[in-house]
């Protein structure tokens, strides 16, 4: 089983940056494509960004292109969200997770496909 911690998040003013981490335990990650997905109160968990196995493959939501950035490092079980130029409607509560795809190298846009679940970490974006 994988257990998923992100953290990273917090308040900020509007064109700023934040960082979010989510390391794992429980296994390795390197059989398992990972993605980001977030939600604000009273709206649907939403994708934002997944990353395959090998880090080549990235796919972004339309509203985040250019400005977010996803990343692994393997040698240290984490997966990462670079948001730059963030906006109000950016705030929502943020959550990491784990797709199995070996042994392709795919990314997926959809909640189910992905088994394993971090907690959650907010982001709070100020006008």
């Known amino acids: 089983q994988v257990q998923l911690v992100e953290s990273g998040g917090g308040f900020v003013q509007a064109g700023g940056s934040l960082r979010l981490s989510c390391a794992a335990s429980g296994r390795t990650l390197t059989n398992y494509a990972m993605g980001w997905f977030r939600q604000a109160p009273g709206k649907e968990r939403d994708f934002v960004a997944a990353?395959?196995?090998?880090?080549?493959?990235?796919q972004y939501t339309d509203s985040v292109k250019g400005r977010f950035f996803i990343s692994r490092d393997d040698a240290k079980n984490t997966v990462y969200l670079q948001m730059d130029s963030l906006k109000p409607e950016d705030t929502a509560v943020y959550y990491c997770?784990?797709?199995?795809?070996?042994?392709?190298?795919?990314?997926?846009?959809?909640?189910?496909?992905?088994?394993?679940w971090g907690q959650g970490n907010q982001v709070t974006v100020s006008s």
């Open positions: 990353i395959s196995r090998s880090g080549g493959n990235t």
């Open positions: 997770a784990a797709h199995e795809t070996f042994p392709s190298d795919e990314v997926s846009l959809f909640r189910g496909s992905y088994r394993y």
